[in-house]
């Protein structure tokens, strides 16, 4: 099958929220000899994403989203473990990352850690809805050289600007990088808070983090 074909499946797979449908084509797609990384962001990312538009219309629910959230983890996962490793020894830098306090999203921030692992950089993950201060004190403690943060919503996008003026706090903010990612940052807002950058995919991310540590 063509790689538009495996595409369109996996994005159906998600709309469906059919997990073992998801698995399989995750699976059978990467047996066809399909780049995982495709399959995720073309294929199934696309899929979430307009369920996401769904939602806001009206015409899915939140259990709907939220099975289908579980068929889009569940095949990311399968995809992940067939990316190449090998890279990982290079350790471009070191990285923290979390999604902001009071944000359970963590579907693409999960993605973005594990093609920044992909890419050479070693990265501390903090999972989802982190406190500013457990940022802070990981950044230390690792002694960090770019500090990413996720935020997905509006009403939590405030918890970046907070990091910023937790880390100038700390004084901590002339020693790392920092970039903000999710559905809700813009160049703009980076710019705004103050932030080093905007992160909108993993290329574009791992493209400016090149630039900005050399
Ligand atoms: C899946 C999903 C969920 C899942 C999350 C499961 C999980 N484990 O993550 C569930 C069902 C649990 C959920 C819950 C809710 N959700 Co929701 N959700 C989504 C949805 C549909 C997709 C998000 C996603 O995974 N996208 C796919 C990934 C691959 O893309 P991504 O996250 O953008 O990540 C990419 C980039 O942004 C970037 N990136 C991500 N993080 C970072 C970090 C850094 C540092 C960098 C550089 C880059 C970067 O790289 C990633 C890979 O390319 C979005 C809609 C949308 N269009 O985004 C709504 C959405 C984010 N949710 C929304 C809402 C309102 C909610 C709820 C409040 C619903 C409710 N009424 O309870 C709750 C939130 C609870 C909470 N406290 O957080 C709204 C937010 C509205 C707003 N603007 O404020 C959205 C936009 C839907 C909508 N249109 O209304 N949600």
Do not use: C
């Amino acid at each position: 099958m063509e790689l538009k074909e495996w595409l369109a499946k996996a994005a159906q797979s998600i709309l469906d929220q059919d997990e073992a449908s998801a698995r399989e084509i995750a699976t059978k797609a990467l047996e066809d000899g399909m780049d995982p990384v495709e399959m995720i962001h073309h294929g199934f990312a696309a899929g979430i994403r307009k369920m996401g538009d769904l939602f806001d219309r009206g015409e899915v629910f939140l259990p709907g989203l939220i099975i289908a959230s579980d068929a889009m983890v569940a095949a990311v996962e399968i995809l992940e473990a067939a990316l190449p490793r090998g890279q990982q020894q290079k350790n471009l830098g070191v990285i923290v990352i979390g999604t902001v306090e009071g944000d359970i999203h963590d579907i693409g921030k999960g993605i973005m850690v594990t093609m920044l692992r992909v890419h050479g950089y070693e990265v501390h993950d903090l999972g989802r809805d982190v406190p500013i201060e457990d940022f802070v004190k990981k950044a230390r403690e690792v002694n960090a050289d770019v500090i990413g943060s996720s935020a997905m919503m509006t009403t939590t996008q405030i918890g970046q600007k907070k990091l910023e003026e937790a880390l100038k706090k700390a004084g901590l903010r002339d020693r790392v990088k920092t970039m903000v990612g999710g559905a809700v940052a813009t160049d703009h807002w980076a710019k705004r808070i103050g932030a080093d950058f905007f992160g909108e995919t993993p290329a574009d991310t791992i493209d400016k983090l090149q630039r900005i540590l050399n």
